[in-house]
Nanobody
Framework: QVQLVESGGGLVQPGGSLRLSCAAS????????MAWYRQTPGEQRELVAA???????NYADSVKGRFTISRDNAKNTVYLQMISLKPEDTAVYYC??????????????WGQGTLVTVSS
């Protein structure tokens, strides 16, 4: 069973930086996408950034130029480096891993979520 363990959330001032980490254990994916989503109360969960096994990335327009997603395939870990944080970045951030296993069955897993609060 795949487990995603997140870390790095917390309180930061506007304009500050924060780095989120998510380590996946028990992965048997042949190919995978690791991603960060975020959600605020009363709103739908939205994709923030995603990265494939090969390193291709995709970002939400609201975070382009400020957030950088990366992954360490050896450690099976995905990171989200956030700079120039704004109050509107405040949300619960969720790590996601999806892909095809060795039998080419689609699987998807979520982390527990970590709260990022941007406030002065």
């Amino acid at each position: 069973q795949v487990q995603l363990v997140e870390s790095g959330g917390g309180l930061v001032q506007p304009g500050g930086s924060l780095r989120l980490s998510c380590a996946a254990s028990g992965s048997i994916f042949v190919t995978s996408v690791m991603a960060w989503y975020r959600q605020t109360p009363g709103e739908q969960r939205e994709l923030v950034a995603a990265i494939t096994s090969g390193g291709s990335t995709n970002y939400a327009d609201s975070v382009k130029g400020r957030f950088t997603i990366s992954r360490d395939n050896a450690k099976n870990t995905v990171y989200l480096q956030m700079i120039s944080l704004k109050p509107e970045d405040t949300a619960v951030y969720y790590c996601n891993m999806s892909g095809m296993d060795f039998l080419y069955r689609y699987q998807e897993f979520w982390g527990q979520g970590t709260l990022v609060t941007v406030s002065s």
